[in-house]
């Protein structure tokens, strides 16, 4: 699969780091509030694997599978729900953990439903964010790496389905997906 990349953009090692670090400070934030580690299926599912092993205080773990509706000229925040939690999240402390936030649209949407549920909190917890891509101001609470706008896979992140399983994050070769 190394030969469909461009170049690298984070290494095992660069990823493993950033996800110490990031789990220290939920570990800080979070101690004695139990929270609630939601899993954004399926991009998310790398990270959140390593994110919920660095956190050092009692935390609980339950998965959403989303898209967001219609075209990206959209900014309605308009989400369809493919797989919802099984819990209650009334007054619970809710962390989404996400792969990548580009046009925003997705999380913005999906935060505003779930403090409509009740939440005491919802905080995000994102590895990467490309700011240029934004259509929707969206808070991120925990921001891995700011990345440029190009077309990243690996570590959960696909084109197609494929390179989820790739332990780094690759930028893929332009004539591939054009
Ligand atoms: P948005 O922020 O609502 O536009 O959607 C973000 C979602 O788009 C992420 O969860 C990914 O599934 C997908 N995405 C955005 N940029 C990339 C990329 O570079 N590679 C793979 N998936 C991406
Ligand atoms: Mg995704």
Request: glycine share 8%; with cysteine.
């Amino acid at each position: 699969m190394i030969n469909d990349m461009e170049s690298i953009m984070f290494t095992k090692e660069q990823l493993a780091d950033k996800v110490a670090e990031l789990g220290q400070l939920i570990t800080r934030d979070y101690e004695g509030k139990n929270p609630l580690m939601v899993a954004i299926l399926k991009g998310a599912v790398v990270f959140y694997a390593d994110i919920v092993r660095a956190v050092d205080t009692p935390a609980e773990l339950d998965f959403m599978m989303v898209s967001s509706y219609g075209c990206g000229t959209e900014s309605s925040g308009q989400i369809k729900i493919k797989k919802d939690l099984e819990q209650d999240i009334k007054g619970r402390h809710v962390i989404l953990v996400e792969d990548i936030i580009d046009s925003g649209i997705t999380m913005h949407g999906l935060m505003g439903m779930l403090k409509d549920r009740g939440a005491a909190s919802v905080k995000l917890c994102a590895l990467m964010s490309k700011p240029s891509r934004r259509k929707v101001e969206v808070n991120i609470d925990y921001c891995g790496f700011e990345v440029p706008d190009e077309f990243l896979v690996g570590y959960g992140l696909d084109y197609a389905e494929k390179y989820r399983n790739l332990p780094y994050i690759g930028v893929l070769k332009r004539e591939l997906y054009s």
